[in-house]
């Protein structure tokens, strides 16, 4: 593995390259742009597939497309793209066709901030889509984790086949770090043999996840379809199906949730603990650094890699031992209700702030604590 100063952007676009994504399709967005100018270089040399649609809704649909014709695809965007997509992400969720959503996030809403960081899409990530629907949504922190949590995301979405988002924003898509980023990173593949045509369904209680299914052209009856339908794939208006199908897309999380987790932590035996994701964890680690050396106390560090599915009963047990809980975000308090429900109501959840374009700095959580 050679040493690369490299953006974050560009290690996502390594990563899905690395991953096995042949086809992408977008449209040119601040800051999430240099993912598709790497993109357009790179994929029609080893025989994919670079498309610039004429919006972020053509994008979504066009990848969902490729998705069903058996490509690994990716499209990636920014705030007011990403609220284009969602009727796509909607329709993903319900066809159970695999794909991936980097989000670079900037401030909004509307055009908002364009060239400025945000956090403010974490909860867009998790319901922006009308309906009940299985998201995972992977936050990374630095250049090496937007290589590592875009092929997580590949890895998951085609295991459970739903849609997965990478929420990375300015200021991590736009950094340079010196990384190694391995040749042939582990990807999942599946295992079981896939039934005989006669024999196939595409929307079995047997291929819910983990499973080896067909793809347009290969000669299986596959229908797709935005609303609810039988294991067949074609519409249904039968209450009992609508009722299956709709526990069928919960089942993909609620049946994977002993490994449908990622968090890293430093002394959670501490009676503070800052609970953190993406950028601002590198502010809060920093924080951690100076208010120790200057006071001698320890202070714990929860850093989640994976906010959706959220991690709740995970976290009432790393948290026990908490006294204090300090959420650091760039959004007005966004996930700061989801920790305060894995803590005792007498347990404080202090949240610091910012949503002014800037990063939040090591000094407004040194104060905090």
Known sequence: MA????????????????????????YPITPSTEIAEYLSRKLPKIGGTFVQMEDEIGSICCMNGATAAGLKAMTATSGPGFSLMQEGIGYSAMTELPCIIVNVMRGGPATGSPTRSSQSDVMQARHGTHGDHPIVTLCPWNVKECFDLTVEAVNVSERLRIPVIVLADEITGHMRETVELPEKPLLWHPTNPRKPRDQYFHYDDSNNYDSNIASFGEGYRIHLTGLVHRKDGFPTNDPEIIKWNMDRLRKKLEDNESWLWD???????????IVCYGSTARSAMEAKRQYERKTGRRVGILRLRMIWPFPQQRLVSLLKSARRVIVPEMNQGQLNRSIERTVSPDVPVISVLRYDGETLTPEAIIEAL
């Not at 100063?5 to 086809?23: H, P």
């Open 263 to 273: 968090v890293t932590f430093e002394d959670l035996g501490s009676e503070t603990i």
């Open 3 to 26: 040493v690369q100063l490299l953006s974050g952007n560009e290690a996502c676009a390594i990563g899905a390259l690395r991953a096995g994504v042949k086809f992408f399709a977008g």
